[in-house]
């Protein structure tokens, strides 16, 4: 079994910035950030593909920036020029096998973080 822990959401005024964090206990291949807002689908955020390279959704490209610390086992997403557009449930995603799958697609994982809430105010 894998657990996911998000933190580091908050409320912003446009154009600030935030940095989410998820600690993961047990293994995890892959891992990635997605968002949800209410009466919407679930949307990839950012992800790592299988070859560990970034993968961003183009309405975030440019001010987010996903890394981990593979020793510790975290995830991080870094938000910069927060819009309000952004405000979200932000939850965290791991898979505990390899594959080739696009790495914001929400079906290649198979674990899910509780989510963080990221509000940004006009």
């Known amino acids: 079994q894998v657990q996911l822990v998000e933190s580091g959401g908050g409320s912003v005024q446009a154009g600030g910035s935030l940095t989410l964090s998820c600690v993961a206990s047990?293994?995890?291949?892959?891992m990635g950030w997605f968002r949800q807002c209410p009466g919407a689908e679930r949307e990839g955020v950012a992800g790592f593909d299988f070859f560990g390279r970034t993968t961003y959704a183009d309405s975030v490209k440019g001010r987010f920036t996903i890394s981990q610390d593979i020793a510790k086992n975290t995830l991080y997403l870094q938000m910069n020029s927060l819009k309000p557009e952004d405000t979200a449930m932000y939850y965290c995603a791991a898979s505990t096998r390899a594959d080739t799958l696009y790495a914001l697609r929400a079906a290649r994982y198979n674990y899910w973080g509780q989510g963080t809430q990221v509000t940004v105010s006009s």
């Open positions: 047990g293994y995890t291949y892959q």
